[in-house]
């Protein structure tokens, strides 16, 4: 067979969420990485000030992480888990659950944020039909919601051109209003102090389709992908409040918020609510290998355990899920974040971190800065006549720079590695500040 390999061809790999055609005519791309930084295919070093996309919580290319998977693809590299099993997903499982807040004590292993929140809506079906109340199917989401990109995330998420091109999607589905709210909240350092009667939204939509026909409410604690909104002071406990009044499942999507971003091990427990359900991926494993973990209370659990010992419980699952090269992965990342302190490190340079990001107050465009845990995002008063240029220059500015951050619309979201140093976070906004200050 005469086959041309053209390995520098651009054109094959149709790319995610991109302008394939822009990308292509001024290719970004990465060879290697270490750390706190990626380096590019003409060697130049760019500090992460993304985690990769939000993942890599422990920082690139870490050993143990790296030689966990090594010995799991060299001793045993599939087993399935569908009516057996292997240790690997056993031990990843417990590890997990000893990990998550209170109350949570099983793991559904999907691959991906998406797959977890199917994972997650499905069960919230089935857990009320199993328990005699099959008429709970609607399925509650909020405007400007990321819950991937399957159809049951679509459909809950609230990002219009997430969306618009995909048909009718799932049926039964209403959303939350969302809780940006610059006129009375810009610059806020962490939670903004106005917007916790949002929450009641859920009474509204429980007046309008009634509770009967409800099973379940899905929010992000901090929604991240639409460009880092926080929750306004209440927020959440008082939605978890009224979720628990009209038996209403509350599924926490901590795909982002897992795993140490906000300075303790889960959103959940930096803002004390306790859901029924709680969806993450990403820093599962560091971002090594695709992973998903669904963490469910036992009283879920419980729901579907009552028939009899032949009968599958849950006609759900992935050939891929608790994969024992990805659970190795996890085994590694959980090792590496436990040795070296990571899930509590955002609290202690939280501070630090805010005061260098809030510093960029007054440079051009900016409209509004906002932060939590080691995460922020900086807001521009987008061209009228290109919404999303203002930050989408400034993003490959700052990648010319050295520096890599993240652009939604007319926003850049911060979220470094957990073991940056503080001398990485001044470099981090000292090249960011330039790029702010020299861009129009
Ligand atoms: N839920 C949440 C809360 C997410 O943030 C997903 C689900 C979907 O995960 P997967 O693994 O299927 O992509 C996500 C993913 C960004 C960005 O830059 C955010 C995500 C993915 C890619 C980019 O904001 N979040």
Redesign the pocket.
Known sequence: MNVQIKPNDLEAFWMP?TANKQFKANPRLFVGAKDMHYITNDGRRVLDG?SG??CVNAGHCRPKIADAIKAQVETLDFAGTFQMGHTRAFEAATRLVDLAPEGFDHVFFTN??????ETALKMAIAYHRAKGNGSKVRLIGRER??????FG?MSVGGIGPNRKAFGALVAGVDHLRHTHDIARNAFSRGEPEHGAELADDLERLVALHDASTIAAVIV?PV????GVLIPPKGYLKRLEAIARKYDILLIA?????AFGRLGVPFGSDYFGISPDII?T??GVTNGTV?M?AVFVKSHIHEAFTNGPEWMIDLFHGYTYSGHPVACAAALGTLDTYADEGLLTRAAELAPYWEERVHALKGLPHVIDIRNIGLIGAVEFAPDPAQPGKRAYERFVKAFEAGLLV?Q?GDII?LSPPLVISKSEIDELFDIFTKVLKSTN
């Open positions: 969420f993304t996309l939000w991906s944020g998406s797959e977890s929140v919601g990321y819950h991937g990109v399957n995330g992000e929604a991240c992908s639409t999507d901590e795909v982002i918020t969806t991926a990403k695709p998903g993240r939604t979201a």
